[in-house]
């Protein structure tokens, strides 16, 4: 491994984070069965990619990614406020926010 | 090929991970979650580059160990997001993995972004869960222990666990190796000249620039020279003369600033397309919400028999 200057570091270590939570993020969203966590889980991964667009911004000094960051944070919340809704519309049918409720759909 | 640490560290982590979502018992729960805790940290101390200390003799920076910390609180909190049984606990913690992924956006310089985030995504959207939460609250057929069975018992956690891993093992080592081709001089100078260039359309920023240098003197608008991270700029001094100017590093703008012109200047479409999608949204939004739906009968007298629901019909 070679030596790195602080700032080096720093971004692989926020690009190591990044990494961390979007996998997580899938893990939460393939193991848990609460439709809402679900989506928490989603929103884990937007975070990770979030962190990993503005680390590469500073590593390249470019706004770019902070930019882009910005326009997530607006499809994140359009997402949130879609998705609830349908959790809702899911759940008045159901009675139960369980995911495996639907499961006919795969056939 | 991956580096150690990764593997190692991404191991550790994957195996306990998995102990935490079994929920086999008390002890095996924690144990778990020491040996996620274990690999978490090897993780991290990997990315920091703490084995071998920095090329400038720095070795352990405030920033490091600020953005360290930072993400063992963020690491520890999302698991806790996804191994968690109450959904409400869920949403709490991934509020903590918002405020934790701020403290790290300031070591890395985007400062509006960090509390941009907060008040996005900790204020608004985490209490559209809280709301949704609580009026999906669970049917009490379904209590047992104050969650749910669908929330206690995880599907799949192998799978998912296993493919959690392999994703990290693969992202991570292609980040860690791009991270290689960092030149922090270079990059510096770079930005500090997208910095002078985005200060050229802020007007008020350019004068108190020139005032900084030498008081009295106006700046001539676009005469800006920005060569090696440097900018100079003609000024018409206080007694009508000319004078060509460099400007102090100290008269950068400021991280909102500069966001803001590179928003406006080089991305206008976008802006307003995502103002047309948050817009949809909502209209979308107010369309699901408006939406009846017809239960049958025996549903309905199933919904009107349970205690404490179906009030409001």
Known sequence: ????????????????????????????????????????????????????????????????????????????????????GLVILLYRRRETLNSEAWSELKE | MVPTELLAGGALGAVGLLLVMLRGGHVLHRAGGAIAALGGLAILAGGAGLGAPGADGSGVSIPLVVALLAGVLSAAAATRVISSPRPVLAAIFFVLVVVAGCALYLTLGAEFLAFALVIVY??????????????????????????????????????????????????????????????????????????????????????????????????????MHVSGGEASIDVTAADGTSAHLTLLESSLPPNTQTVGVALVNQFPVSLELAGVILLMAMLGAVVLARRQIDLGDAQKAALHSRPGAGGAE
């Not at chain 2, 956690?157 to 791009?178: E, H, Q």
């Open chain 2, 122 to 223: 900790a204020g608004a959207i985490l209490i559209t869960y809280m709301f949704v939460l609580m009026l999906a609250q669970q049917a009490s057929g379904e209590r047992d222990g104050g969650s749910a069975e669908y929330d206690r018992n995880s599907r799949d956690p192998m799978a998912a666990v296993f493919v959690g891993l392999v994703l990290f093992l693969s992202i991570a080592t292609v980040m860690w190796r791009a991270v290689d081709s960092y030149d922090p001089a270079t990059t510096a100078q770079i930005q500090r000249a997208r910095s002078w260039i985005a200060m050229g359309e802020l007007p008020k920023g350019m004068r108190e620039a020139v005032e900084a240098v030498s008081p009295g003197a106006t700046p001539v608008p676009g005469t």
């Open chain 1, 1 to 84: 491994m070679t030596a790195l200057t602080s700032d080096a570091a720093l971004i692989r270590l926020a690009l190591v984070i990044a990494a961390l939570l979007f996998s997580i993020g899938i893990a939460g969203f393939l193991s848990r069965r609460n439709m809402i966590v679900m989506f928490l889980c989603t929103e884990l991964m937007f975070q990770g990619a979030a962190l990993a667009l503005i680390a590469f911004g500073k590593m390249h000094g470019d706004l770019s990614g902070q930019v882009f960051t910005i326009f997530i944070l607006t499809v994140a919340a359009a997402e949130a406020a879609l998705a609830l």
